[in-house]
């Protein structure tokens, strides 16, 4: 399996951004794709989660209403649309796999068996 995080950078605080990523190499269809960040100093905290099989998903209630998971079949791609971003969201993003799906929805990093190599957000002030 692999994944791999694109459209991180440097945005200003109050604007938006849109994180991908693409995933291949998965060996049946039961999987989720989950989101996850890093900030300096900090535990690695999850985010929200999509499933392949049915677009079901999942959020941390502390960021549900700014961020929103999605997800291009035909491209293999989830997308992660983050808005009206503030300083504290300053972070490395990763995406993850967990297989089957059923272990995602806790959004627990430790039940992700495949990691992305990440990608940094920066939102200044």
């Known amino acids: 399996v692999q994944l791999v995080e694109s459209g991180g950078g440097l945005v200003q605080t109050g604007g938006s951004l849109t994180l991908s990523c693409a995933a291949s190499?998965?060996?049946?269809?039961?999987?989720?794709i989950g989101w996850f960040r890093q900030a300096p100093g900090k535990e690695r905290e999850g985010i929200s989660c999509i499933k392949n099989m049915n677009s079901g998903t999942y959020y941390a209630a502390s960021l549900k209403g700014r961020f929103a998971i999605s997800r291009d079949i035909d491209k293999n791609t989830v997308y992660l649309q983050m808005n009206s971003l503030k300083p504290e969201d300053t972070a490395v993003y990763f995406c993850?796999?967990?297989?089957?799906?059923?272990?995602?929805?806790?959004?627990?990093?430790?039940?992700?068996?495949?990691w992305g190599q990440g990608t940094q957000v920066t939102v200044s002030s």
């Open positions: 993850a796999a967990a297989q089957p799906a059923w272990l995602a929805g806790s959004l627990q990093r430790q039940r992700y068996n495949y």
């Open positions: 190499g998965f060996t049946g269809a039961d999987y989720a």
